[in-house]
T-cell receptor, first 111, second 112 residues
Framework: DGGITQSPKYLFRKEGQNVTLSCEQN?????MYWYRQDPGQGLRLIYYSQIVNDFQKGDIAEGYSVSREKKESFPLTVTSAQKNPTAFYLC??????????FGQGTRLTVV | LAKTTQPISMDSYEGQEVNITCSHNNIATNDYITWYQQFPSQGPRFIIQGYKTKVTNEVASLFIPADRKSSTLSLPRVSLSDTAVYYCLVGPSQPGTYKYIFGTGTRLKVLA
């Protein structure tokens, strides 16, 4: 089945640790995105990539890093520099001017 | 970047038609208007997209006036399962980019 897969569904991080969230798509989409959602809030754009080996900062990129070595994959690393990482993280992909398809999300909690 | 303004929340009853309006005064010539639906702890799901006038699909209609400074999502005969957050997006803001910016959305609660 075609779609976008995020893993893990739940992730726990200790203070000072880096963690990496996985996002894979088999829709052959050029563009991929990472969003953060806090309780009761809308989605905020962290990073986006329009093509392999290229990515751009969104509105809240500080404390996050990404890579786009393959068209299918766009992992997000939450670094220790992100002071408040507890949130729901959503990955999406799209073609140009097309609808964005979202994964089921990863809920990250700092313990 | 075109910014959108929507009502924070709305209540409706089952079987009624619901209209959610979005303001986007700074919409650019090449921008499309797209609506998404999100249930708790899930990723948003595409509902409908349009550029001008009226677009209809099996779940909703989208009305866009000639000046394109606003749009209205119309959900016919809502049911309890339509309780969700609805987001209006305008973009991409620059030709050739795919940068989608979400606002805070409208929380629709459908009552029995």
């Amino acid at each position: 089945d075609g779609g976008i897969t995020q893993s893990p569904k739940y992730l726990f991080r200790k203070e000072g640790q880096n963690v990496t969230l996985s996002c894979e798509q088999n829709l052959n989409h050029d563009a991929m995105y990472w969003y953060r959602q806090d309780p009761g809030q809308g989605l905020r754009l962290i990073y986006y990539s329009q093509i392999v080996n290229d990515f751009q900062k969104g509105d809240i990129a500080e404390g996050y890093s990404v890579s786009r070595e393959k068209k299918e994959s766009f992992p997000l690393t939450v670094t220790s520099a992100q002071k408040n990482p507890t949130a729901f993280y959503l990955c999406a992909s799209s073609i140009a001017n097309g609808e964005a398809f979202f994964g089921q999300g990863t809920r990250l909690t700092v313990v | 970047l075109a910014k959108t303004t929507q009502p924070i929340s709305m209540d409706s009853y089952e079987g009624q038609e619901v209209n959610i309006t979005c303001s986007h005064n700074n919409i650019a010539t090449n921008d499309y208007i797209t609506w998404y639906q999100q249930f708790p702890s899930q990723g948003p799901r595409f509902i409908i997209q349009g550029y001008k006038t009226k677009v209809t699909n099996e779940v909703a209609s989208l009305f866009i006036p000639a000046d394109r400074k606003s749009s209205t999502l119309s959900l016919p005969r809502v049911s309890l399962s339509d309780t969700a957050v609805y987001y209006c997006l305008v973009g991409p803001s620059q030709p050739g980019t795919y940068k989608y910016i979400f606002g805070t959305g409208t929380r629709l609660k459908v009552l029995a």
